[in-house]
């Protein structure tokens, strides 16, 4: 059996998937550089494409962000194919009956979560 992917069982404090992290940590640029990591139904992630990790973890030993498995994993063909071969449990495609209210989809979260410009 392949290894298993790394990744977070729950949603850290400061999750940008969490309707109760406030915005601002990290700018525009940042979300759109990680646009790739979630597609939508119908256009999905590719396999190959980069996983959403957990901004808490290191640079090296990265580990899927709990928040965006739960919300976009199942819109992402290699969690899917990670799912099928046994390397993540297709329970991390739904949020734990404690977990905080996530947004539904990247796009959401982005537009919400992200800092935003001072205005002149």
């Known amino acids: 059996m392949s290894e298993l992917v790394p990744r977070r069982l729950y949603p850290c404090n400061e999750c940008p998937w969490r309707r109760d992290t406030p915005p601002g940590m990290f700018p525009t640029e940042r979300y759109e550089a990680l646009r790739k990591t979630s597609g939508t139904a119908g256009d999905e992630a590719p396999l190959g494409a980069p996983m959403?990790?957990?901004?808490?973890?290191?640079?090296?030993?990265?580990?899927?962000c709990a928040g965006w498995l739960a919300t976009?994993?199942?819109?992402?063909?290699?969690?899917?194919?990670?799912?099928?071969?046994?390397?993540?449990?297709?329970?991390?495609?739904?949020?734990?009956?404690?977990?905080?209210?996530?947004?539904?989809?990247?796009?959401?979260?982005?537009?919400?979560?992200?800092?935003k410009e001072p205005t002149l």
Do not use: N
Not at 79 to 100: E, F, N
């Open 72 to 115: 976009a994993g199942v819109d992402h063909i290699g969690v899917r194919y990670a799912v099928v071969t046994g390397r993540i449990p297709g329970s991390a495609l739904q949020p734990g009956d404690d977990w905080p209210d996530l947004f539904d989809s990247y796009a959401e979260m982005a537009a919400t979560q992200a800092l």
């Open 52 to 64: 959403f990790a957990c901004h808490k973890t290191t640079e090296g030993r990265e580990q899927a």
